[in-house]
């Protein structure tokens, strides 16, 4: 199984400008100016090759370099390679998708590479903060959920507990940043106050915990189920929270529950995705809309003209490949559990909802109903690679001597249809708001944004009496995925021969 002319990352530049470079009649030219931190090199030429908005950047242009003097003067006015990096991104206020922090220079791309195969130093825990009311200075913190075998759920903390100190500080409008020690490297260990709350009045439980900083390997199928409606309709249900490549077989399994007991409708709960492998996303559409042939377009990847070969598309797969929990192939693929009897899909969404959870909405929607419940997606239409430093910028020779790498947008996502207006993301269908004091556990029917998904399966809704719902109680001011590392990212995995 091979990738539609898609996605080698074998480039033609070397990776270092040696001190002598050949001019139209071969005579070397010797450069007199010395190169401070050959790093630089790399970013630059990197970025000049691969970079989406290359054209764009001046200090980008090809001739940039025809001197070489010139170059390593320039190169020598930045302090560090992240300085350089972030000096040639292209930030355009019409297009929030061009800047930051959608590219990024990597300290080190082995804690990336990890993340990216779900395995981080964390608390094992994510949170919402939001406003006790409307016109209240209080701030409430509430867990949106725990990831299963890590410090949080040693510590008994469950969806929806709700605090109000962080750290001993109890939160308000003007103090609630205190909240960023939870991703502070030199940190290692938070403590929360929890509490309830009666009639917008925060009561203390006087229930104080702890939690000390560990690595975590998260699985992000986090919960899956079948729900049977009052009229008989079996629903799918199913809470992915990111496209990790390393997963392939536990995501393959929950469609397998759901094939084999026949579902009738299937709602996926994407509100706390932020993204991931663009391949796993490929494979998430196939098995939701198992109607398509293999090789039927599921989503376009465009590159810049440097790489206008390897623009290309993945299509619908009847098969995934295989990784164990370290990143590596293991020579193996399955058959997918693809379902044949869905026309429409409901998908429930956040401004959480990004990047590869985005691709699988728009992919989808010239096929059949995409049904979008929640709150506007957060719009991210672009996807990126990493970038080594390495002779052919792949992981492959990489420089030994430090762990700094790249990962800048290289390409932009379409549909079949040529679509990919969503940079500011997608607009609900049936907007509902996920409030503090109305969190439920994953898989209850009274949960607000499944019970809409599963009121509408039942013919229960309308969207005039949904759109009655949005009082601006608990309004929320701050997500921890906001800020996390690697959260709303959708990356190229190197081709497999």
């Not at 269908?429 to 599963?454: M, N, Q």
Request: proline share 4%; charged share 20%; hydrophobic share 35%.
């Amino acid at each position: 199984m091979k990738l539609k002319t898609l996605i080698t990352l074998v480039v033609f530049v070397g990776l270092f400008m040696t001190s002598c470079k050949k001019n139209d009649d071969d005579i070397p030219v010797v450069a007199t100016v010395e190169l401070n931190n050959p790093i630089n090199d790399f970013v630059w030429k990197g970025m000049n090759s691969w970079y989406n908005w290359q054209p764009y950047i001046a200090n980008l242009d090809n001739a940039k370099e025809d001197n070489i003097d010139d170059y390593y003067t320039y190169l020598n006015s930045y302090s560090t390679p992240e300085s350089l990096f972030e000096s040639l991104l292209h930030n355009d206020d019409a297009n929030r998708n061009t800047g930051t922090p959608f590219s990024w220079f990597i300290e080190d791309y082995n804690e990336q590479g990890a993340s990216f195969r779900g395995v981080n130093d964390a608390y094992g825990f994510e949170f919402g903060l939001a406003r006790l009311c409307s016109d209240c200075n209080e701030i409430i913190g509430y867990v949106t959920y725990v990831v299963p075998n890590s410090p949080a759920s040693d510590a008994g903390l469950n969806r929806g507990d709700m605090f109000y100190k962080f750290d001993g500080v109890e939160l308000n409008v003007n103090n609630y940043r205190i909240v960023n020690n939870y991703y502070d490297a030199d940190i290692t260990s938070i403590a929360l106050s929890f509490n309830t709350i009666n009639n917008d009045e925060i009561i203390p439980t006087n229930v104080e915990k702890s939690l000390a900083i560990r690595e975590v390997v998260e699985n992000p199928v986090l919960y899956s189920n079948i729900i049977t409606t009052e009229g008989g309709k079996k629903v799918g249900y199913l809470v992915y929270n990111g496209f990790k490549y390393t997963f392939h077989s536990e995501l393959n399994d929950a469609f397998g529950d759901f094939k084999t007991n026949g579902i009738d409708e299937l709602v996926l709960d994407l509100r706390y995705n932020g993204g991931g492998s663009v391949l796993t996303s490929a494979y998430l559409a196939s098995m939701i809309y198992g109607a398509a042939p293999e090789d039927e377009v599921f989503a376009k990847l465009i590159y810049n003209d440097n790489h206008s070969d390897e623009s290309g598309y993945y299509p619908f797969f009847d098969t995934a490949y295989i990784y164990n929990k370290e990143g590596e192939y293991t020579d193996t693929e399955v058959t997918l559990n693809r379902l044949n009897n869905l026309t429409r899909v409901y998908i429930i969404t956040s401004d959480d909802t990004a990047s590869a959870s985005e691709m699988v909405i728009n992919g989808l929607s010239p096929f059949m109903s995409v049904i979008k419940i929640g709150t506007t997606t957060y719009g991210k239409n672009v996807g990126s690679i990493t970038l080594y430093d390495s002779p052919d910028f792949t992981s492959e020779n990489v420089n030994s001597s430090h762990t700094n790498a790249m990962q800048p947008i290289v390409f932009q996502i379409y549909n079949k249809l040529d679509e990919s207006d969503y940079t500011l993301g997608f607009e609900p269908d049936h907007e509902v708001f996920e409030r503090a004091s109305e969190i439920k556990p994953f898989g209850d029917i009274e949960e607000p944004l499944l019970k809409t998904a599963l009121d509408l399966i039942s013919g229960l809704a309308t969207k005039q009496s949904l759109a009655n719902k949005r009082e601006l109680r608990n309004e929320k001011v701050f997500s921890s995925l906001k800020n996390k590392k690697f959260s709303k990212e959708m990356y190229v995995l190197p081709e497999i021969e």
